[in-house]
């Protein structure tokens, strides 16, 4: 049993930075990939990034450049930082734990265990 936690969420203006963090419970957390998804209101989640177990990293193309996702093992975290924020951005943004194999790192049902969300706003 995995459980997540994500926090950082909050209000912020457009342009604007936030940094997202998710606490994993369990002690191998450095064998699994993890990903960050959001789901806006009307809208299906969708992927945002990923980090694997080796230094690989992926992202949705409407973040790319301006999110960065990365992962403390010691920790067991992982956080998404969020500059250049834009309106569109807002939503709730979940952490995921990666189910293994060969599962695509972007379709939510690659993942298992999602921890409860947090809210993100930019205002314009």
């Known amino acids: 049993q995995v459980q997540l936690v994500e926090s950082g969420g909050g209000l912020v203006q457009a342009g604007g930075s936030l940094r997202l963090s998710c606490a994993a419970s369990g002690r191998t957390f450095s064998s699994y990939g993890m990903g960050w998804f959001r789901q806006a209101p009307g809208k299906e989640r969708e992927f945002v990034a990923a980090t694997w177990i080796t230094v690989n990293t992926y992202y949705a193309d409407s973040v790319k450049g301006r999110f960065t996702i990365s992962r403390d093992n010691a920790k067991n975290t992982v956080y998404l930082q969020m500059n250049s924020l834009k309106p569109e951005d807002t939503a709730v943004y979940y952490c995921?734990?990666?189910?293994?194999?060969?599962?695509?790192?972007?379709?939510?049902?690659?993942?298992?265990?999602w921890g409860q969300g947090t809210q993100v706003t930019v205002s314009s």
């Open positions: 995921a734990k990666h189910k293994g194999g060969s599962a695509h790192y972007t379709a939510v049902n690659s993942y298992d265990y």
